[in-house]
């Protein structure tokens, strides 16, 4: 069999017996390095091995590093592979039976050379059982599909975005570009799960299919103030979107939120409904604005706030079981007057300079 073969420093002196043992064994191995027991970083070498195994170059995996589980967490990285960290025969045995597993993690530091040359040859001994442990070895295969519930948009850009947008010293003017621009980006990502469908484009030199939106529709429901200064930006987007509004304000002493206003496109429950609003503090605002578009049977509901606390995010999960929130930050949390901290102040007051 061809093994692929790698350590870091601390799993070293066991890959470099390892692999001449698996020579002798009969299997043609392919060493990843590293070369010395200079101090490496694991995932380098994870991957390498599970690159191998992955694209076909090798059959199975060997990594050692100190405990093996750095190991199986880098190669469990790479689509195709399914490492295990082993300790005992019995669990090199199921690893293969029951998980079909192609990458062996050991620990060169915690278990004895002799019993790691017995787990690599119950590992490549050992054959997959099939039957019921295939359909979930293709479950693990194809990955989570629960889409995470908060997703924070991880880009330089928007770091650089909103640490000017933060400052004290920023400007009205500038304030209100990056909120629209952040607002940009949220709704490059709450969008990205939209449907495709083909369409036939002639370009000025042939025709192909190519793709588009297939008819997906959107409301953007700003929070009435702060919200309306993300709505530019989500209408560059999709400038086919309706815009509902919804009028809220938070009491200054009990930080619950009053609503006073609400104007929705009345087919808004056919919509995808993304509700805009710069801060989620306690979550009140968002909770009540999205109960509400519940009410009208709003099915599809997002939030992209460009700040969000942790009790905001909490409340707003806790109120809404399948709203997706969007936002920039997860800040560290709310002040005795609920306001984010760091944060960046009053957004409706700092968009439209009312400070
Ligand atoms: C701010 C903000 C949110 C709300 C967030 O609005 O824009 O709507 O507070 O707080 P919460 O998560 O604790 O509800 P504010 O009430 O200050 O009104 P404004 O937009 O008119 O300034
Ligand atoms: N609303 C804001 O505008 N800022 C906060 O920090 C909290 C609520």
Redesign the pocket.
Known sequence: MKIAIGSDHAGFEQKAALAPWLAEEGHEVLDFGPANEDRVDYPDYAYRVAMAVADGRAERGVLVCGTGLGMAMGANKVPGVRAAAVQTPEFAELARAHNDANVLCLSGRFVDLDVNEELCRVFLSTPFEGGRHEGRVAKLDRGCLVEPRVRVVNHPLVAHKLSILRSEDTPTKLFRELVRELALFLGYEATRDFPLEDVQVTTPLETFTAQRVAGKKVAVVPILR?GLGMVDGLLMLIPSAKVGHIGMY?DHETHEPHEYYCKLPEDVDQRTCLVVD??L??GGSAAMAIGYLREQGVQDVRLLSI?A?PEGLEAVMAADPAVRIFTCSIDRG?NDD???LP????????IFGTL
């Open positions: 702060a938070r710069p801060m503090a306690t700040v606390a709310l609920a306001y984010i944060g960046l102040g009053d957004a409706g007051d700092r």
